[in-house]
């Protein structure tokens, strides 16, 4: 058997000294996760290592401390005088009294209420050139013709947003663009997830209605899904709804027209590069005009690229 290193003298005296066990681990081995032998040589021993008075803080103070000042587990610690490990003891007294906190890279995001220019931006974005995927990420896409439109976004949708554009090589074979693409994205957001399985559900189908039925499916939203996909002529102006089934384009059409006041008619066209039938809806001159003004009102700056999707622009 090897030479005791713990004899009753000293761990005696580390007690005189009012040593924790992670403090006589660091002074005795240079670092604090081996309190465990210092415990066992204590129990070994008989006798009951220095502790900390009133080291527990209670309910109300570390909801203060962590609810109401935001501190983690790991500050709290130190503030009231644990050792390195003792974060583990804040988690655990959080669970003994019930309280919730949430510190990951998203915390932040996932406080913001989905509400005001945001959600209009982000409904707009669902229909037009928005993508959830299975993370729960809002990622959105613009060429790099479009790329100050995409900076505006993400401009206006800061407080959910990566700020990093990226640049992304255009992977389209002619007739469609060459030019790169670059694309944002969202941080994970329980919204988002959620959304994510109503927009793309397992049938592979691409409802309509949980955007058009929603409240924030507003001027701002119908705004940005025009910028999005839409195109104007001399005479009248479409949405490219081509993605979308005939059910789903033609809640569309009700939708802005019970929503905006905006008439449209169903265009039949093929696909470019499948040759299926697919569907897009048309404003005539006079319900494009009155879209342009919802437009101009929703949205008092028009980034440059979008700019000629407006009449004397």
């Not at 919204?191 to 409240?215: N, T």
């Not at 701002?220 to 899904?225: D, F, H, I, K, R």
């Amino acid at each position: 058997m090897g030479k005791e290193l713990f004899t009753k003298e000293l761990l005696e005296e580390f007690k005189k000294r009012e040593m924790t066990l992670t403090q006589i681990s660091n002074e005795i081995y240079g670092h604090p996760e081996n309190y465990r032998n210092v415990r066992r040589a204590y129990k070994r021993h008989g006798i009951e290592p220095f502790r900390v008075g009133n080291l527990k803080p209670s309910k109300a103070d570390l909801e203060d401390l962590i609810l109401e000042r935001g501190l983690t587990p790991y500050q709290v610690a130190e503030l009231l005088g644990y050792g390195p490990l003792g974060w583990s003891n804040i988690y655990a007294y959080c669970r003994e009294y019930g309280i919730e906190f949430d510190f990951t890279v998203n915390a932040e995001a996932k406080k913001v209420e989905i509400k005001g220019d945001v959600a209009s931006i982000m409904y707009g974005s669902f229909l037009g050139d928005g993508y959830i995927n299975p993370g729960g990420y809002l990622v959105l896409f613009h060429g790099e013709k479009q790329l100050d439109y995409l900076e505006w976004k993400v401009q206006k949708l800061n407080e959910i947003m990566n700020p990093k554009i990226n640049k992304v090589a255009s992977k389209s074979q002619p007739p469609f663009s060459q030019l790169p693409v670059y694309s944002a994205r969202s941080k994970a957001l329980p919204f988002l997830k959620e959304m994510r399985c109503k927009l793309y559900p397992s049938d592979g189908s691409r409802p309509v209605a949980p955007i058009i039925e929603s409240p924030h499916f507003d001027e701002m939203a119908l705004a940005v899904w025009y910028f999005d996909d839409g195109t104007r002529s001399k005479y009248n102006c479409r949405f490219c709804t081509n993605r979308y089934s005939l059910e789903s384009v033609r809640e569309l059409m009700d939708a802005l027209e019970t929503r905006f006041e905006l008439k449209s008619v169903l265009d039949t066209v093929k696909g470019t590069a499948s040759g299926d039938t697919q569907y897009m809806i048309r404003l005539n001159k006079d319900s494009a005009s009155r879209l342009f003004s919802i437009v101009e009102k929703a949205m008092p700056y028009i980034p440059p690229s979008v700019k000629h999707k407006l009449p004397g622009q």
